[in-house]
């Protein structure tokens, strides 16, 4: 199965979407004293796939999903048990997003993500669809990768994934940065979650035409502590 170029632009770390400026909340776990070594983060990154990656993949299918039949013409079915659609189902799912996240540091961290997303996304492959999750001044990540995903000619299983291994190494790669630890060490500790991020991916795109009130809503009380502590400190390297 070959994949579209796009959706690998999608999953690069080096897409100049703002990604390196947020730390998915590894900065400050790591000033609380919470990960200090390599099989703490392993634990840490296992906590947030389950919890915040797995909400986070889903939005970004239920996203896609929702994108493709607005590509595709087919607007005026919202999948399982009917619901929302055109640009009410993404006011819809904009809400179901904010009541996914108690902190109120986290939604601003996944809305400046969200609109750094789109703003690189929309250079490279500009499309209507975006335009509509484009209506938000700063639409959640989850949201435009999901919209992202779609316009590259991906499915909300690839949706998923990609956002599901994001959830991973983006706090990996601030490991390296503020713990000094081993980039050969902390790439097999990715490479050792792997089948975990793909379980979740297909977790979360068993959702992909639920109503959005059924997505998972799974909480991570530390990681909002943790959220709402980061953006109290003054000397910071990550936004989040």
Partial sequence: MTLPALLLLLADSRLPAGGHAHSGGLEPAAGAG???????????????????????????????????????????????????????????????????????????????????LLRA???????????????????????VLGAAVAVAGGSPAEAASVSAYGAITGPASAAVRLLGLDPLAVHRALADLAPEVDAVAAEAAGFADHAPEALPAVSAPALDIFAELHLRTDLRLFES
């Fill in 34 to 116: 919470a990960v200090t070594d390599l099989p703490s983060l392993a634990a840490f990154l296992h906590g947030r796939l389950a919890t915040a990656g797995l909400v986070a993949a889903a939005l970004s299918a239920a996203a896609c999903a929702h994108a493709a039949r607005t590509m595709n013409g087919t607007n005026g079915s919202a999948g399982r048990g009917g619901g929302p659609h055109g640009h009410e189902a993404w006011t819809v799912l904009d809400a179901e997003t904010d009541a996914r996240m108690p902190s109120p540091a986290a939604r601003r961290a996944s809305r400046a993500q969200g609109r750094s």
């Fill in 121 to 143: 996304v929309r250079g490279t492959s500009p499309h209507p669809v975006l335009d509509e999750v484009g209506v938000f001044p700063a639409p959640h990540h989850p949201l």
